[in-house]
């Protein structure tokens, strides 16, 4: 098992109630979200393991046990990059904390897109994670949940 951290600062929330329907129902796996502060920042990978996919709106680090997804904002995929600057490569080894993608919340915001940034252990099921200090403000790398 392994710490996942918040790879932004915020406020925490549950999965359940985010705005698409996808991460909510926790069909990508369980985890948690963190609605972030809205000044551009750097958005840091969660834990130890390897960068398996980056994408400028989205990574994936596995540890070697776990596969964890960051999804930075909803449907920020139709903004094609903009907004986002990819810090890494796919396939190079992380550690937690480190940053991998910069990025402008406000550009998000002016397109009508919802900020919030998921974070969910691949392949889960529903429920499969409790998050911790859901409702309060985290500072980017304090624990979110713990790998099952």
Do not use: Y
Not at 1 to 16: D, E, F, I, K
Not at 60 to 72: F, N, P, S, Y
Not at 95 to 103: E, L, M
Not at 117 to 146: R, S
């Amino acid at each position: 098992m392994s710490t996942v951290q918040a790879p932004v600062a915020g406020t925490v929330r549950a999965l359940p109630g985010v705005s698409d329907p996808v991460f909510a129902a926790e069909m990508v796996g369980s985890g948690a979200a963190v609605e972030p502060r809205p000044e551009k920042q750097q958005v840091t990978s969660p834990m130890d393991g390897t960068l398996v996919k980056v994408l400028p709106h989205a990574f994936i680090v596995h540890d070697g046990t776990a596969g964890v997804l960051v999804h930075i904002g909803i449907n920020t995929v139709t903004l094609r990059g903009e907004g986002f600057d990819v810090l890494v490569e796919e396939k190079q080894q992380v550690t937690a904390g480190q940053p991998v993608v910069g990025w402008e919340p406000q550009v998000a915001v002016d397109h009508e897109m919802d900020t919030v940034v998921l974070v969910c252990q691949m392949e889960t099921a529903p429920g499969a994670i409790t998050p911790e200090g859901v409702d309060t403000e985290v500072e980017q790398g304090d624990p979110l949940f713990t790998t099952v």
